[in-house]
């Protein structure tokens, strides 16, 4: 299996602009998480699905930030509108559900000027 | 909020030693993750801990909980230099996340 896949993997984008980042999953997976890094905040879960359904989205920071999975292989994280503290390395993880090892992809590094 | 305290932050040990690197957090939780980060790298999952007493090993790393004391330690022993790396512990089903351990490994 290749793994956890994001794209882009580096993202320059400016200010107020809409920033999407896609995520395909470990087939077989049944939960997917989004999460961020910064070195001001350090890691922080953002979203999580299970079966495609969002479960807990208490850690997306605003309105601007918005995640859907419409099936089980692929999943996006949207940024509308972009702004500088956005800037950070976006991670996506997949697991095959509950409490169990998570499988993390390459990462997204986003830089909002 | 839950918060997730590690120590110590940095951690510079010489090969063949032992260390333990300390995750305590504030709220009652029953699992806890750890983690490891190399440099400009991703994330790389090592032990999933769910009840109190788990206690898992992998090669030189072995994990424990204790969901009373909330605490979790990650023991190295004999160290050597492929472990250096920034190492998390996160809670809860909201994988709250510690501020990290960065460990390097002395020749």
């Known amino acids: 299996d290749a793994g956890v896949i994001q794209s882009p993997r580096h993202e320059v984008t400016e200010m107020g602009q809409e920033v999407t980042l896609r995520c395909k999953p470990i087939?077989?997976?049944?939960?997917l998480f989004w999460y961020r890094q910064t070195m001001m905040r350090g890691l922080e879960l953002l979203i999580y699905f299970n079966n495609n359904v969002p479960i807990d989205d208490s850690g997306m920071p605003e309105d601007r930030f918005s995640a859907k999975m419409p099936n089980a292989s692929f999943s996006t994280l949207k940024i509308q509108p972009s702004e500088p503290r956005d800037s950070a390395v976006y991670f996506c993880?997949?697991?095959?559900?509950?409490?169990?090892?998570?499988?993390f992809g390459p990462g997204t590094r986003l830089l909002v000027l | 909020e839950l918060k997730v305290e590690q120590n110590p932050l940095f951690l510079s040990m010489q090969e063949g030693k032992n260390y333990t690197i300390y995750c305590n957090y504030s709220t009652t939780s029953d699992r806890l993750y750890w983690y490891r980060q190399d440099p400009g790298k991703s994330l790389e999952s090592l032990f999933v801990?769910?009840?109190?007493?788990a206690v898992k090993q992998e090669g030189r790393l072995m994990a424990s909980l204790d969901t009373k004391a909330r605490l979790s330690t990650l023991h190295i022993t004999a160290a050597v230099h492929d472990l250096s790396a920034t190492y998390f512990c996160?809670?809860?089903?909201?994988?709250?996340f510690g501020t990290g351990t960065s460990l390097t490994v002395i020749p």
């Open positions: 993880a997949s697991s095959l559900g509950g409490p169990e090892t998570q499988y």
């Open positions: 996160a809670v809860g089903n909201q994988f709250y």
């Open positions: 801990l769910l009840s109190n007493g």
């Open positions: 087939s077989g997976h049944n939960s």
